[in-house]
């Protein structure tokens, strides 16, 4: 079974840059991040394949985030620039045997970890 721990969140000011980090136990799997804001249901932002070869993210952070992967480390980053007061919500991680595209529906995890709150402020 796969663990997550997400850490890395903090307060920024608005067009500043966070990097998150998301340490993966067990197999090697393709890893997501997904954020949820207060009041809003929780979404796909960034997706990347077993090998980091591939690559999906939501239109949102599309040219302002990238994720990347250290396989002999096990840990998934989320290179966060030019962050907007919109992006602040609590960040999550989660992994599973599937491809980028499939990664991006939430639905498909029953369990999550922590989070990290990120928090822009204008």
């Known amino acids: 079974q796969v663990h997550v721990v997400e850490s890395g969140g903090g307060l920024v000011q608005a067009g500043g840059s966070l990097r998150l980090s998301c340490a993966v136990s067990?197999?090697?799997?393709?890893v997501g991040w997904f954020r949820q804001a207060p009041g809003k249901e929780r979404e796909f932002v960034a997706a990347?394949?077993?090998?980091?070869?591939?690559?999906n993210y939501a239109d949102s952070v599309k040219g302002r985030f990238t994720i990347s992967r250290d396989n002999s480390a096990n840990t998934v980053y989320l290179q966060m620039n030019s962050l907007k007061s919109e992006d602040t919500a609590v960040y999550y991680c989660?992994?599973?045997?599937?491809?980028?595209?499939?990664?991006?529906?939430?639905?498909?995890?029953?369990?999550w970890g922590q989070g990290t709150q990120v928090t822009v402020s204008s």
């Open positions: 990347v394949s077993i090998s980091g070869g591939r690559t």
């Open positions: 989660n992994a599973d045997h599937a491809t980028v595209v499939d990664m991006a529906s939430p639905l498909r995890f029953a369990s």
């Open positions: 067990g197999r090697t799997y393709a």
